[in-house]
Nanobody
Framework: QVQLAESGGGLVQAGGSLRLSCVAS????????MGWFRQAPGKEREFVAA????????NYADSLKGRFTISRDNAKNTVYLQLNSLKPEDTAVYYC???????????????????WGQGTQVTVSS
């Protein structure tokens, strides 16, 4: 099994930036496609971005393209999510997740992911 731990969240003003990190332990991160999701109070968990095992393929929620960037450093067993031009509506708990399956492409559905971190809170003030 792989354990995931997110960090980097916090309170930021609108227009600001944050970089979230997700560190894996227990297994080599390069074995998995990875995704980031977020969940705001009273809302369902939603897809943010995903990246393939090698990092050659990425996928973003259409509404977030251009502001958020996913990347990975397999040597450090870490996946990143760069958040730019943050808006109050980006306020949520952000989760990273690992997809154990070998598949083409990177999935957007949370049901395709097998292991989840505990999340990190991002709060954007207006």
């Amino acid at each position: 099994q792989v354990q995931l731990a997110e960090s980097g969240g916090g309170l930021v003003q609108a227009g600001g930036s944050l970089r979230l990190s997700c560190v894996a332990s227990g297994r080599t991160l390069s074995s998995y496609s990875m995704g980031w999701f977020r969940q705001a109070p009273g809302k369902e968990r939603e897809f943010v971005a995903a990246i393939s095992r090698s990092g050659s393929t990425t996928n973003y929620a259409d509404s977030l393209k251009g502001r958020f960037t996913i990347s990975r450093d397999n040597a450090k067993n870490t996946v990143y999510l760069q958040l730019n031009s943050l808006k109050p509506e980006d306020t949520a708990v952000y989760y990273c997740a690992a997809d154990f399956a070998l598949r083409n492409g990177v999935p957007q559905s949370p049901h395709d992911y097998d292991s989840w971190g505990q999340g990190t809170q991002v709060t954007v003030s207006s």
